[in-house]
C-alpha cells in the first residue's frame, strides 16, 4: 500500500505533529480523493479512524516471538494466523478487502512486544493484531494497545483476573480450564488428594490458587503446593516428596523447557503414568510440548484443554489436513495453535457484522459473535470477551497424541473475576 | 586551554562535536522523525547513559563490569515503583480485594504494601533512590572487590553474578517486584499523563539534556588529574600503587559514577518506555550494553552515545525488516565491526574522517592528534587512545 496514503488517513493529527504532517496530508488528501470510487463498501466509511484499509486490501499485524526461548511455543501460532488469513483472503477476504498482514518479532522479550505493538499500531496503522502467547508479552503490550485503542487477538489459555476491553481471549481463562477438570478427576477418579506444582509465574500460581479454594470446596485436601522457576530442570526433592506424601493426583503447570527434566525425572524415578497412581493432570502440555519431552515419558498422563488434534469432528479433519498441507506432515497442533487459528476468523466476524473495520464500532458487536467452523467445535464471543468453549480432557499416548476421554456436555461460561477464588 | 571561554570552547573541535550531537538530537531527529521513532530514539538515548559510564570504567580504567544492567534495572525501579504507587489509587483498582497496592501483589495475596515501597509515594525521595540506589549497591561492591585487588576477569565474572543474582531474586519474589511481568501499566508522573506524544516528546528533551549533563561530567573528569590517573592505573596499575595513590579508592569512585549514570539512564528509561521488567537487568542485557560501549568505541564518550543509537537503531531496523534471520544480522554486524574495527566507531572516525577533516579545515598537524574523545587540542594529558593497548589479564 501507498505511504503518503497511509499518513493521509492516519490518526487525527494535532498531537504535536505540526507543520510536517499537515502538509503531507495536504498532498496525499489529494490522491485520497482521487482514489475512492470503490464496489465493495468504500474505504472512507468502513474505516473512519484512519486504520491500514484501502480499497482492496486491509493490514493486520501478527506480533509473535519467533526469535527466543519461547519461538518453539509461538511458531505454532504464527502459523495458524497466517493459514486462517490465506483461508480467508481464498473466500473473498473481509468486507471485499484482501488481508495485508505485517509480522513483528518479539523475541522472547517482553519489553520487545511493547515496542513492536507501538510500531504497529502507530506507523503501520494495522486494523487488528494477533499475537503475545506469555501473560508478561500480554501485560507489556496492554497498556500500549489501550492507549492507541488497537485490538489484540490473545490465543493462549491464561489466568483471567483481566478484561480489557482491547483484548479478545480466544483462549480459556483460568476457571474453564482447571474448575471442570478437577470435578472431572473426583467423580471419575475418585481423587481425595491433590499435590499442586507448577513454574514460578503468574499464571501457575493463579492457577493452582482457583484449584486450591475448588479443593477446598469440594472438601478434599492438598497436601503440597511447589513452585519452581523457569527454566528448572532439577525436580528430584519434589519427585521424593511426591512418592512420600502419595497424592491421588498431581495438578501440574509447570510450562516450557522445564517440562522436559520434570517428565524424564518422574519416569527415571520409577513412576508409570499409566498407572494413575498418582494420576498427573496438567493445564500447560500440549501436543507441541509432547513432542520436546517423547511421547513415551509422557505416557498415560491427562490434560485438560479445550482442545486436541485428535478431536473427532469434521471442522477439525479439515482443518488439520489444512494445517499440515501447509507446514509439512509432522506437524503437531496444540491448544494454543487453535486458539490463535479462531483469531483472523473471530475478527472476520466482528468486522463483518458492524460493516466497519472501526476498532469502536467492531467492540460493540463482540458479544454473541458464533464461529461453527472453528476446530474445536462451535465457539461463541462473551461480553467480557472471552469465549464460550468446552473443555475437554485427553489421555496422553505413546504417538505424542491425546485420547479424548471426556468433554463437558455444555460450553463452560468464562469467568475471568471468579468470585469466591480470589 | 583549560579554562578558556565556553565560546572557544565550543568553536574548538571537541566543541564542534558535541555540537553535532546536539544539533542531531535536538534538532534533526525531532524534525525529521514520526513521534513514535522518536521515542524510540529516546529509548536508545537510555542506553547510552550506561555506555558512557562503561567508557569511563572499561575503557579509561579498565575495572569491565558485565553487570551494568544492575544499577540500570535498580535506577529503573525505583522510578517505577513511584509511578505504580500513583497508578494505583484505591479508585483505580477498586476491583482488586485489596484496593490501593498495585495490581500484582493483589495477584499474590499480598494485602499490605511492604514497607520498602513506602518511601516511594515520595517524589524526592524516588529521584535520591534512583541515583543513590545504584551508587550504593555499587559501593558495597566496590569495597568489598577493589580493597581487596579482585580485578580483570574475575571481576567480570563477579559483576555477571551479581546480574543473575539480581534478577532470579526479583522473579522469584513477584509478590513484591512483579515478578518476571516486571513494573507494568505506569501511567502518570505526578498527575502528568507520560503516555500522550507530547509528553513523550518533552521527556525525549530531558532525556537528550540529562545525557549531556552526563556527558560533560564524564568528560569532567577525564580531563582532570584524575582522569589520567584512571587511565594510568589501566596501563600499570602496580606503578599507580606505588607512587602512592589509593588505586582501590579510584576505582571505587569510577564504578559508582559509572553506576549514577547507568541509574538515570534506567529511571529515563521507564518514563520513555512506561514499564520495567527483569530482563534489562539480566546477563544478556547486561552484556548488550558493554557491546554498546565496544561498538561506539570503548575510549570515547560520544563514540559511546553513537554506538547506543546505532546498535539499537540497528536492532528495530533489522527486526521490522527480517523477523525471522534478525538476530543472525545482528550477529554479524558485531563480529564484523570488532574484526574491522577494533577501535569501534571513534576508531573508524579517527582513521578515515579525520584525515579529511584536516585536509577540509587545514588544521595544523598538533591539533589533528587528539581522538574524539580526548580534550580539545592541547591540553596537558598528551594521552592518546591509538597508542595504548588494553588487556584484561594485566591487574
Known amino acids: 500500500m501507498d505511504n503518503t496514503d497511509k499518513t493521509a488517513i492516519g490518526r487525527p493529527a494535532g498531537k504535536g505533529l505540526g507543520f510536517r504532517k499537515s502538509l503531507m496530508t495536504l498532498a496525499a488528501s489529494v490522491v485520497f480523493a482521487a482514489s475512492t470510487h470503490a464496489a465493495t463498501p468504500s474505504t472512507a466509511e468502513v474505516n473512519t479512524t484512519g486504520l491500514a484499509v484501502t480499497d482492496d486490501t486491509v493490514t493486520v499485524g501478527i506480533l509473535h516471538s519467533i526469535t527466543g526461548t519461547m519461538a518453539i511455543s509461538e511458531i505454532g501460532s504464527v502459523q495458524a494466523e497466517k493459514l486462517a488469513i490465506d483461508q480467508i483472503n481464498a473466500s473473498g477476504g473481509v468486507l471485499g478487502r484482501q488481508i495485508e498482514f505485517v509480522q513483528e518479532d518479539g523475541a522472547s522479550d517482553w519489553p520487545t512486544f511493547a515496542e513492536k505493538t507501538r510500531k504497529l499500531l502507530r506507523q503501520d ?16 503490550i496492554l497498556p500500549v494497545i489501550e492507549q492507541f485503542n488497537g485490538m489484540l487477538y490473545y490465543p493462549t489459555f491464561y489466568e483471567g483476573l483481566e478484561q480489557s476491553p482491547n483484548v479478545v481471549y480466544t483462549g480459556q ?27 514460578d509465574y503468574i499464571w501457575p500460581r493463579t492457577s493452582n490458587k482457583i484449584a486450591r ?48 527434566a520434570f517428565y524424564k525425572q518422574m519416569k527415571a524415578a520409577g513412576v508409570d503414568f499409566t498407572d494413575e497412581k498418582p494420576l498427573l493432570l496438567t493445564i500447560s502440555v500440549t501436543e507441541d510440548e509432547i513432542r520436546g519431552i517423547g511421547g513415551e515419558n509422557v505416557e498415560g498422563i491427562y490434560a485438560s484443554m479445550k482442545y486436541f488434534q485428535s478431536l473427532d469432528n469434521p471442522n477439525n479433519k479439515e482443518f488439520v489436513a489444512a494445517f499440515k498441507k501447509a507446514y509439512g506432515d509432522d506437524m503437531v497442533i496444540g491448544d494454543v495453535t487453535q486458539a490463535a487459528y479462531l483469531g483472523p476468523w473471530l475478527w472476520k466476524a466482528a468486522v463483518e457484522k458492524a460493516g ?67 | 586551554m583549560k579554562h578558556s571561554p565556553l565560546m572557544k570552547w565550543f568553536a574548538s573541535r571537541e566543541g564542534m562535536y558535541y555540537l553535532a550531537l546536539a544539533f ?137 553474578a551479581i546480574a543473575a543474582v539480581l534478577t532470579i531474586l526479583i522473579i522469584g519474589q513477584q509478590g513484591y517486584t512483579g515478578g518476571v511481568n516486571g513494573i507494568t501499566d505506569l501511567q502518570t508522573l505526578m498527575g502528568w499523563d507520560i503516555r500522550t506524544d507530547e509528553a513523550r516528546n518533552i521527556l525525549y528533551f530531558i532525556c537528550v539534556g540529562m545525557l549531556f549533563l552526563c556527558l560533560f561530567a564524564a568528560r569532567f573528569v577525564q580531563n582532570r588529574k584524575l582522569g589520567r590517573i584512571l587511565v594510568a592505573m589501566n596501563a600499570q596499575e602496580m606503578r599507580v600503587r606505588f607512587s602512592g595513590y589509593d588505586v582501590a579508592a579510584f576505582k571505587i569512585f569510577v564504578f559508582c559514577l559509572a ?55 540497528a536492532k528495530s531496523g533489522f527486526s521490522e525488516s527480517f523477523p525471522e534471520l534478525w538476530p543472525f544480522a545482528m550477529g554479524a554486524l558485531f563480529i564484523g565491526v570488532v574484526l574491522a574495527f577494533p577501535d569501534g566507531l571513534a576508531g573508524l572516525y579517527k582513521s578515515y574522517v579525520m584525515p579529511l577533516e584536516n585536509k577540509v579545515f587545514k588544521r595544523n598537524k598538533s591539533e589533528a592528534v587528539p581522538a574524539v574523545s580526548t580534550p580539545a587540542a592541547g591540553t596537558t594529558d598528551g594521552y592518546s587512545p591509538m597508542t595504548e593497548t588494553y588487556s584484561p589479564e594485566k591487574s
Open chain 1, 125 to 140: 496503522n494495522v486494523a487488528a493484531i494477533f499475537g503475545a502467547w506469555t501473560s508478561a508479552s500480554r501485560k507489556a
Open chain 1, 173 to 199: 481463562e483460568a476457571t474453564q480450564q482447571i474448575l471442570a477438570s478437577i470435578d472431572w478427576a473426583v467423580e471419575n477418579k475418585g481423587a481425595k488428594t491433590f499435590y499442586l506444582l507448577g513454574s
Open chain 2, 259 to 313: 553506576a549514577a549514570f547507568a541509574g538515570i539512564g534506567g529511571a529515563l528509561f521507564t518514563l520513555l518506555v512506561g514499564f520495567m521488567s527483569p530482563s534489562f537487568i539480566g546477563i544478556v542485557a547486561s552484556i548488550e550494553m558493554v557491546i554498546f560501549c565496544a561498538l561506539g568505541g570503548r575510549l570515547s564518550i560520544l563514540g559511546a552515545v553513537y554506538g547506543a543509537l546505532l546498535v539499537n537503531a
Open chain 1, 213 to 260: 479454594k475448588h479443593i477446598d470446596k469440594l472438601g478434599l485436601k492438598v497436601v503440597g503446593e511447589e513452585y519452581y522457576p523457569l527454566g528448572h530442570t532439577q525436580f528430584n526433592s519434589v519427585i521424593n516428596k511426591i512418592k512420600l506424601r502419595k497424592p491421588d493426583v498431581i495438578f501440574a503447570s509447570v510450562v516450557g523447557g522445564s517440562n522436559v
Open chain 1, 356 to 422: 466497519s473495520f472501526d476498532i469502536d464500532k467492531i467492540r460493540e458487536e463482540f458479544a454473541g459473535i458464533e464461529f461453527d467452523k472453528a476446530p474445536e467445535g462451535y465457539v461463541r464471543i462473551h461480553e467480557n470477551h472471552h469465549l464460550w468453549s468446552k473443555t475437554r480432557i485427553g489421555q496422553a499416548q505413546l504417538d505424542g497424541q491425546y485420547k479424548v476421554v471426556y468433554e463437558t456436555e455444555e460450553l463452560m461460561e468464562p469467568d475471568p473475576f471468579p468470585e469466591g477464588y480470589q
Open chain 2, 24 to 160: 542531531l538530537l535536538v534538532v534533526l531527529l525531532p524534525l525529521v522523525l514520526e513521534p513514535f521513532r522518536l521515542n524510540m530514539v529516546g529509548k536508545y538515548l537510555t542506553y547510552a547513559f550506561v555506555a558512557i559510564g562503561l567508557v569511563m570504567c572499561w575503557g579509561k580504567a579498565g575495572i569491565l563490569s558485565l553487570g551494568q544492567g544492575v544499577f540500570f534495572g535498580l535506577g529503573g525501579y525505583c522510578m517505577a515503583m513511584f509511578l505504580k504507587l500513583e497508578a494505583s489509587t484505591p479508585e483505580a483498582t477498586a476491583i482488586q480485594s485489596t484496593p490501593g497496592i498495585p495490581d500484582f501483589m493483589d495477584w499474590n495475596q499480598l494485602t499490605e504494601l511492604p514497607w520498602f515501597w513506602e518511601p516511594f509515594h515520595s517524589f524526592s525521595f524516588t529521584l535520591l533512590a534512583v541515583i543513590g540506589v545504584p551508587v550504593l549497591l555499587a559501593f558495597v561492591i566496590g569495597i568489598a572487590m577493589f580493597t581487596r585487588r579482585v580485578g580483570g576477569v574475575y571481576f567480570a565474572i563477579i559483576t555477571q
